[in-house]
């Protein structure tokens, strides 16, 4: 049975998934400060990791990677939702301390040349796909016209993020990851 994580759950629990959260009027099952390490569970626990809106306001968003790589399984699956950096919504919150691009978490990524210039980890992670407004269900002409512009900025993150971006900003970002553990300690 996978084992699940919601981190920063809210009142918004995955089904079936252990919740933390610092706030003890939520869902949570776990009450901690997710800016406090290490986070009460032990090394390789979770299948699963979903970070929904929440890596915004955490202080330190290279040590909570490497708390959620260190908590995470090999192979786990990491999904993190942010709002996006051209978005309102990114700037409208005063508790926002981190802005997002589609390029935000590549520092991970052995295969990506940030990591090799910006070496602040060693924690490592796979990029399976990155999508702009997953839950998107907007009907009519103006939700069609969306869908469509959601399916080619989703097809082509980077074009839209440098050419069209600018003109038509979208507001949510999520990522998902691999988390890729060596045998080398």
């Given at each position: 049975m996978k084992k699940i994580l919601d981190l920063g759950c809210?009142?918004?629990k995955k089904i079936g998934a252990i919740g933390i959260d610092i706030n003890p009027?939520?869902?949570a099952d776990i009450i901690h400060d997710l800016n406090k390490f290490p986070y009460?569970?032990?090394?390789?626990?979770?299948?699963?990791?979903?970070?929904?809106?929440?890596?915004?306001h955490?202080?330190?968003?290279?040590?909570?990677?490497?708390e959620i790589h260190r908590i995470s399984k090999p192979d786990g699956i990491i999904v993190i939702k942010v709002p996006y950096f051209r978005s309102r919504h990114a700037f409208s919150d005063p508790t926002h301390k981190h802005f997002f691009t589609v390029d935000a978490f590549t520092v991970f990524n052995p295969t990506h040349i940030h990591h090799s210039l910006y070496p602040y980890s060693q924690c490592l992670f796979?990029?399976?796909?990155i999508v702009f407004h997953e839950n998107?269900?907007?009907?009519?002409f103006k939700?069609?016209?969306k869908r469509l512009?959601?399916?080619f900025s989703n097809k082509y993150p980077l074009f839209y993020e440098h050419h069209l971006s600018h003109f038509f900003p979208l507001d949510e970002l999520t990522f998902y990851l691999k988390t890729i553990k060596t045998n080398e300690k």
């Open positions: 809210g009142n918004q009027v939520t869902s009460p569970f032990e090394e390789s626990t979770f299948d699963e990791i979903y970070v929904d809106n929440v890596i915004e955490l202080d330190n968003v290279v040590k909570v990677m490497e796979n990029t399976i796909k998107f269900h907007n009907t009519g939700g069609f016209l512009f959601l399916h």
